[in-house]
């Protein structure tokens, strides 16, 4: 019986554990599994629905950038395109983008711009 409880125990702070990365605020943890499985539940129910949220912003701004009189295209850091919206569809099918070279440290820069004699 003793082992019984301590293996349930661990289970119910494995539980605990796992819904306290999905929460902001963790709760006390009594031990017990149905405690353990409610706060998880409780936490991936949240979860969801800020997902389900941040899917439809998404969907939102998407529908916005469509209707731009003007082509868009969105890269990231590396160039590569990650949003192109209807108007640069049709203005440029297919689109290179190459990224910017990175900035010139301040060390680098030192006596470039100083008038000279």
Same mark, same amino acid.
């Given at each position: !019986?003793?082992? #019984?409880?301590? *293996? ?11 819904? %306290? ?13 149905? +405690?353990?499985? +409610?706060?998880l ?10 997902? %389900? ?10 529908? %916005?950038?469509d209707?731009?009189?003007? *082509? ?7 160039? *590569? ?21 990175? #900035?010139? +440290?301040?060390? +680098?820069?030192? *006596? !470039?711009g100083? #008038?000279?004699?």
């Amino acid at each position: !019986m003793l082992f #019984r409880q301590r *293996g349930h125990r661990a289970i119910a702070q494995r539980l605990t554990a796992l819904a %306290s990365r999905l929460a902001v605020e963790p709760i006390a943890d009594d031990g017990k599994v149905e +405690s353990a499985l +409610s706060y998880l539940e409780e936490v991936t129910g949240a979860a969801h629905n800020a997902v %389900s949220d941040s899917n439809a912003e998404s969907v939102r701004l998407r529908r %916005s950038l469509d209707t731009l009189p003007l *082509g868009l295209v969105l890269c990231d850091e590396t160039g *590569g395109v990650i949003f192109r919206n209807v108007q640069a569809e049709i203005s440029w099918p297919v689109v290179t983008v190459t990224p910017l070279p990175p #900035r010139p +440290s301040r060390r +680098s820069c030192r *006596g !470039m711009g100083q #008038r000279r004699g």
